[in-house]
């Protein structure tokens, strides 16, 4: 096919679910860091999606944005876990749509689980600031002991309320669709992976983790409005252990211990699932920001 061609196919509508995006240019999420400490968007933020919706994409996922305070991944965060935030969401929403009115414009939520900073979390009246919670408590070997602790049911209860509510008051703000992050190693990756959650209640199940997401979350948002989580088809983390030993000379997790998600993992467990929960697209990724970056953002020498 010549690139004219290719162009051509680029540049054609796509209807995806409920919705048709004007083409099929995607202006990925790539968090800025430029929101308030609270979690609310700043003129600088508003500006930059202002220049980003210039681009006239087909979609566009606002960065991540976290579900709750002790999930916090990185200063300057947006945030969308009370009604306080949803008129800056809405703010974004606006601008984008008065630069580019066919543009698709979604939100991603997430938390951060054993990848949030526990060292900025403590301006949080609930938070200490010192630990971060994970569904079983495991942590990469160069964490130091301490930092993550394994959540209780109840908490486990809130996070995932947190993340059906977040996608309400998306849905209150204006966004054609919401993103929930399943991927890079956070907090709903954690839960449906097999190495990080060990737990044997109800939420070590992976079936029960997905289609509590969607029941819930469409108890906010309703039954027509378009869910697309981010997903990850392979952590990566044998890589991990194998480079571990290579270069440190210490072994990883014993091989008889789970392994992760693999691909394999991934199209007979995981896939069946998030497709009997009918979600309106999947945006399929790899890595673990904790563990495989590098399959996250390759670089030159990755092979």
């Known amino acids: 096919m010549t690139f004219e061609k290719q162009l051509e196919v680029l540049l054609k509508p796509l209807k995806i679910g409920p919705l048709t995006a004007s083409n099929r240019l995607i202006a990925a999420p790539m968090v800025k860091c430029f929101a308030s400490p609270e979690g609310y968007p ?55 749509k008065e630069v580019s009115p066919e543009t698709l414009v979604g939100v991603q939520i997430v938390h951060g689980g054993h990848a949030a900073r526990w060292s900025i979390t403590d301006w949080m009246p609930d938070r200490d600031g010192t630990v971060c919670m994970s569904p079983s408590g495991i942590v990469p070997s160069f964490f130091r002991p301490g930092r993550v602790r394994a959540m209780s049911s109840k908490e486990c209860d809130e996070i995932m309320e947190a993340h059906a509510l977040a996608a309400g008051y998306a ?41 509590e997401f969607f029941d819930r979350t469409r108890n906010y948002v309703g039954k027509g409005y378009p869910i697309c989580p981010r997903v990850c088809a392979d952590e990566g983390l044998y890589r991990y252990e194998a480079e571990k030993l290579l270069y440190t000379g210490h072994k990883g997790p014993d091989p008889i211990e789970p392994r992760g998600i693999t691909l394999d993992y991934w199209l007979k467990t995981l896939l069946p699932i998030f497709e009997e929960c009918n979600p309106a697209w999947m945006s399929v990724t790899v890595g673990d920001v904790v563990v495989t970056c590098d399959y996250l953002i390759p670089p030159v020498y990755h092979s």
């Open 42 to 96: 700043t003129e600088r933020v508003i500006a930059h999606y202002k220049r980003l919706a210039m681009g006239e994409w087909g979609i566009l996922v606002v960065e991540a944005t976290r579900v709750h305070p002790s999930g916090s991944q990185f200063r300057g965060m947006l945030s969308l876990y009370s009604d306080k935030h949803v008129m800056g969401h809405a703010e974004i929403v606006d601008i984008v």
């Open 171 to 211: 849905k209150d703000a204006g966004y054609d669709y919401v993103m929930p992050h399943f991927t890079h190693g956070f907090w709903l990756q954690e839960m449906i992976s097999p190495y990080w959650n060990r737990r044997t209640d109800r939420w070590g199940d992976p079936r029960y983790v997905i289609t």
